[in-house]
């Protein structure tokens, strides 16, 4: 989050989002309970935090088991020159469902899920290797999740 981004929060919001980070079906009436605050304000702040994209609500499953055979990790070595436009056909591939630039020894790092093998060759070797700018790509199997936990809170107390 952006510093400009943190001064929009306050300590309503942080403890809205904690509460939602722990269970995102907790019903605005609950949070208005716990908070001493109107469901409509719970309501209000809620499609600003949304619209803002400080948080999305969404349903988080585990790949595999709903079949999925492979996930894991892309690191993409990328020209600089050439990094807006790599990022921009990364986005348009469905498997890649987070994508980020990064410093380090790599500049862009990317989590994919696919149904199989095969479907991870065709996407290591016949769609992203194929995108122009792309100098390397390193790839990482996750073998199963320890830990996934997405309670982190804010960085406001």
Known sequence: MQNSKKKDLDAVDSEMIKMLQKDGRVPN???AKK???SESTVRSRLKKLINGE???IVA???PFKLGFEFTGNLYIHVEMKKIKEVME???KIKELWYIIMTTGDTNINA???VKSREDLDDL???RISKIDGIIRLESSVIIKFEKRDYDYGTPIS
């Open 29 to 31: 009436t609950e949070i």
């Open 35 to 37: 908070l001493g605050i």
């Open 54 to 56: 400080f948080i999305q």
């Open 60 to 62: 988080v499953s585990n």
């Open 89 to 91: 056909e990364l986005k």
């Open 111 to 113: 989590e994919f899920i």
């Open 124 to 126: 290591i070797y016949n």
